[in-house]
């Protein structure tokens, strides 16, 4: 086959430049992707030939050899693991795939520093070469097939892909070396990176020394089966990296040993970068699967819960069969009981450091709060250490960055009071502006600022915390007067009022299900306030967002008989003008919570109309 050129997928040669450029400082990388890659094709081909044994003809004994050409400037990285057909190597090596990946990319500033932090989120692979590289050649024979296939490119754009006469089953990536790379044609440099970063592969990785004879040069220890005291912590990051794909230091880890009626050892790490594919549930990658330390798949959606899909790390399994499928791990007691006790490590990790560093557990929850909240909703059996690591924004705190637990909370708790009030809108700056809060903050009570698109559903599925009810500040009738004479200055009020209150109620008669005076204000003349048991408006507007149809609800009006605006209205004659009053106190208490109007024009109108009275 003649060669034939393609043009990389766009996403890749965007991909190409930013690593190029992005990844200066941490070049070595490079080897520990293509070493990983290689030990990954290796172990798919001992999973493979369990099933097809004919794909083994060559041999199970499985290597990883390095070889530098100082004259011809080449590394040289050559495994005997699965290979790649003619149409895997395009797909693989011309392709990125998720959904994700676009928009990833359009974050890119050109900022090096900035983008090299995007590069961690994503995860570097393949295409790192092309940071030491200005030219790969990738041959590949597939097992069981006798046709092998070579792709080349420069990294400027495109790839060539023709028949290869490479003869031996897996595959040889020659990567030409940039001028001033040549440090990486020194023997030592390539055995230092396998030792700080592959040490832990199970599969040998010989280099090949001045004489053309091969060398293991790595112990081919898993590390994570060696006891905690004799591993240090760089040890420990440096198989983060290596796992993850990832440039980013762990913020913690915990890695446990379990024996008994199940025999495994887990190490989960706690990342600092978000991957860039966070908020997509569906995600696969994260935790590796290893039976008897030879790696298997690759799935975090059987041995984490989704909700802990940030979380990096591995398995190892001594009772699982090595021909194990994801349709078996879906309905298999050791990996449930996995899943179990490693969520309860994760919790117990990430309480523990709640408690001792503090600000070691902002930065995580700044990084990850929104994914963990899911928990509350998915997770009954643990949601008590969930809602021990919740946190939340507070009137407590002078700023909106500074949060404070339920726990914290309740330990603040006026002595009367016996709920936890809480206030959702679009955002933790809308919360502490809302006028439903006004009232509380002026008694004195603290209320938790909600900001985050899944808080709705986290407070309908957490309904108490300690035996306190959770309370929204936005639903029901708020009853803030406590004392004897709040309550007779109430009904006097009630009394006052009554007048007006039936005047706006016939007016807004199909708008609103009731009209009454407010207890939760003070600065504001008007709230709209959600029924017991109802939908409140933000819930109402981000499922309308979403193109899901909401029921019609009214809403109270609740009005400020201290504003002046309502002192106004209370002697108003004049018939129009009072209606337009009463149009505008309730969709001004609509606007003040995120909302939106039905007829905007007709909200302007009236509001000239009323400034122009009153001005005249």
């Given at each position: 086959?003649?060669?034939?050129?393609?043009?990389?997928?766009?996403?890749?040669?965007?991909?190409?430049?930013?690593?190029?450029?992005?990844?200066?400082?941490?070049?070595?990388?490079?080897?520990?992707?293509?070493?990983?890659?290689?030990?990954?094709?290796?172990?798919?081909?001992?999973?493979?030939?369990?099933?097809?044994?004919?794909?083994?003809?060559?041999?199970?004994?499985?290597?990883?050899?390095?070889?530098?050409?100082?004259?011809?400037?080449?590394?040289?990285?050559?495994?005997?693991?699965?290979?790649?057909?003619?149409?895997?190597?395009?797909?693989?090596?011309?392709?990125?795939?998720?959904?994700?990946?676009?928009?990833?990319?359009?974050?890119?500033?050109?900022?090096?520093?900035?983008?090299?932090?995007?590069?961690?989120?994503?995860?570097?692979?393949?295409?790192?070469?092309?940071?030491?590289?200005?030219?790969?050649?990738?041959?590949?024979?597939?097992?069981?097939?006798?046709?092998?296939?070579?792709?080349?490119?420069?990294?400027?754009?495109?790839?060539?892909?023709?028949?290869?006469?490479?003869?031996?089953?897996?595959?040889?990536?020659?990567?030409?070396?940039?001028?001033?790379?040549?440090?990486?044609?020194?023997?030592?440099?390539?055995?230092?990176?396998?030792?700080?970063?592959?040490?832990?592969?199970?599969?040998?990785?010989?280099?090949?020394?001045?004489?053309?004879?091969?060398?293991?040069?790595?112990?081919?220890?898993?590390?994570?089966?060696?006891?905690?005291?004799?591993?240090?912590?760089?040890?420990?990051?440096?198989?983060?990296?290596?796992?993850?794909?990832?440039?980013?230091?762990?913020?913690?880890?915990?890695?446990?040993?379990?024996?008994?009626?199940?025999?495994?050892?887990?190490?989960?790490?706690?990342?600092?970068?978000r991957p860039y594919d966070?908020?997509?549930?569906?995600?696969?990658?994260?935790?590796?699967?290893?039976?008897?330390?030879?790696?298997?798949?690759?799935?975090?959606?059987?041995?984490?819960?989704?909700?802990?899909?940030?979380?990096?790390?591995?398995?190892?399994?001594?009772?699982?069969?090595?021909?194990?499928?994801?349709?078996?791990?879906?309905?298999?007691?050791?990996?449930?009981?996995i899943r179990s006790g490693?969520?309860?490590?994760?919790?117990?990790?990430?309480?523990?450091?709640?408690?001792?560093?503090?600000?070691?557990?902002?930065?995580?929850?700044?990084?990850?709060?929104?994914?963990?909240?899911?928990?509350?909703?998915?997770?009954?059996?643990?949601?008590?250490?969930?809602?021990?690591?919740?946190?939340?924004?507070?009137?407590?705190?002078?700023?909106?960055?500074?949060?404070?637990?339920?726990?914290?909370?309740?330990?603040?708790?006026?002595?009367?009071?016996?709920?936890?009030?809480?206030?959702?809108?679009?955002?933790?700056?809308?919360?502490?502006?809302?006028?439903?809060?006004?009232?509380?903050?002026?008694?004195?009570?603290?209320?938790?600022?909600?900001?985050?698109?899944?808080?709705?559903?986290?407070?309908?599925?957490?309904?108490?915390?300690?035996?306190?009810?959770?309370?929204?500040?936005?639903?029901?009738?708020?009853?803030?007067?406590?004392?004897?004479?709040?309550?007779?200055?109430?009904?006097?009020?009630?009394?006052?009022?009554?007048?007006?209150?039936?005047?706006?109620?016939?007016?807004?008669?199909?708008?609103?299900?009731?009209?009454?005076?407010?207890?939760?204000?003070?600065?504001?003349?008007?709230?709209?306030?959600?029924?017991?048991?109802?939908?409140?408006?933000?819930?109402?507007?981000?499922?309308?967002?979403?193109?899901?149809?909401?029921?019609?609800?009214?809403?109270?009006?609740?009005?400020?008989?201290?504003?002046?605006?309502?002192?106004?209205?209370?002697?108003?004659?004049?018939?129009?003008?009072?209606?337009?009053?009463?149009?505008?106190?309730?969709?001004?208490?609509?606007?003040?919570?995120?909302?939106?109007?039905?007829?905007?024009?007709?909200?302007?109108?009236?509001?000239?109309?009323?400034?122009?009275?009153?001005?005249?």
């Open positions: 086959m003649t060669a034939t050129t393609h043009a990389f997928q766009a996403e890749v040669t965007q991909l190409l430049k930013l690593m190029i450029h992005s990844l200066y400082s941490n070049k070595e990388i490079f080897l520990r992707e293509l070493v990983s890659n290689a030990s990954d094709a290796c172990d798919k081909l001992r999973f493979e030939g369990l099933q097809n044994p004919d794909l083994l003809t060559e041999g199970s004994d499985f290597e990883i050899n390095l070889s530098v050409d100082k004259e011809a400037g080449t590394i040289t990285v050559t495994d005997n693991g699965i290979g790649m057909s003619h149409t895997e190597i395009a797909e693989f090596l011309g392709t990125i795939a998720g959904s994700g990946t676009r928009e990833y990319l359009a974050r890119l500033t050109g900022d090096q520093q900035k983008d090299a932090q995007l590069i961690g989120q994503f995860g570097v692979g393949f295409y790192s070469a092309f940071v030491v590289a200005k030219h790969v050649t990738v041959d590949s024979l597939r097992a069981g097939e006798d046709k092998a296939v070579r792709w080349s490119s420069d990294g400027s754009g495109q790839y060539a892909i023709e028949d290869s006469d490479y003869a031996r089953r897996g595959t040889r990536i020659t990567l030409t070396l940039r001028d001033d790379e040549q440090e990486f044609l020194e023997p030592s440099r390539l055995q230092f990176i396998v030792k700080r970063y592959s040490d832990h592969i199970g599969i040998p990785i010989r280099l090949q020394n001045e004489e053309g004879e091969f060398e293991v040069i790595n112990d081919s220890t898993a590390l994570w089966q060696r006891p905690k005291n004799e591993i240090e912590d760089q040890q420990y990051k440096d198989l983060y990296q290596s796992i993850a794909h990832a440039i980013d230091e762990p913020l913690a880890w915990v890695h446990n040993r379990v024996e008994g009626k199940y025999d495994y050892t887990s190490l989960y790490f706690i990342p600092t970068q966070l908020y997509e549930r569906e995600q696969q990658h994260g935790v590796k699967l290893f039976i008897q330390r030879v790696f298997i798949l690759e799935d975090k959606s059987q041995l984490l819960p989704r909700y802990l899909r940030f979380v990096r790390g591995l398995v190892d399994s001594n009772d699982l069969p090595l021909n194990v499928s994801r349709e078996l791990l879906q309905s298999n007691r050791t990996v449930d009981a490693s969520t309860k490590k994760i919790l117990g990790l990430l309480t523990s450091i709640a408690r001792d560093e503090p600000e070691k557990y902002q930065k995580f929850w700044d990084l990850f709060g929104a994914v963990l909240k899911e928990g509350i909703v998915e997770d009954q059996g643990n949601q008590a250490a969930l809602a021990g690591l919740l946190r939340f924004a507070s009137t407590h705190n002078d700023s909106l960055d500074e949060t404070t637990s339920l726990s914290d909370y309740v330990g603040r708790m006026k002595s009367a009071q016996k709920e936890i009030y809480y206030m959702i809108a679009d955002s933790k700056t809308a919360a502490s502006t809302s006028p439903h809060i006004e009232g509380l903050r002026k008694r004195g009570y603290e209320v938790l600022l909600l900001g985050d698109r899944i808080d709705e559903w986290l407070v309908t599925h957490l309904s108490s915390f300690e035996d306190h009810p959770l309370r929204s500040v936005a639903h029901g009738d708020l009853d803030l007067d406590d004392e004897a004479g709040d309550k007779e200055s109430q009904q006097q009020l009630d009394e006052q009022y009554r007048d007006l209150l039936a005047r706006i109620q016939s007016l807004l008669a199909e708008r609103v299900e009731e009209v009454r005076l407010s207890s939760r204000l003070v600065d504001s003349p008007s709230c709209v306030v959600a029924q017991e048991g109802a939908p409140s408006g933000f819930l109402k507007s981000m499922l309308e967002q979403a193109g899901q149809a909401m029921p019609e609800v009214k809403p109270v009006l609740e009005i400020n008989p201290s504003h002046p605006l309502i002192v106004r209205m209370n002697i108003e004659k004049d018939k129009e003008l009072f209606r337009d009053y009463a149009s505008l106190v309730f969709e001004q208490a609509i606007l003040a919570e995120g909302g939106q109007l039905k007829d905007p024009a007709a909200f302007v109108q009236r509001m000239n109309q009323v400034i122009l009275a009153v001005s005249s």
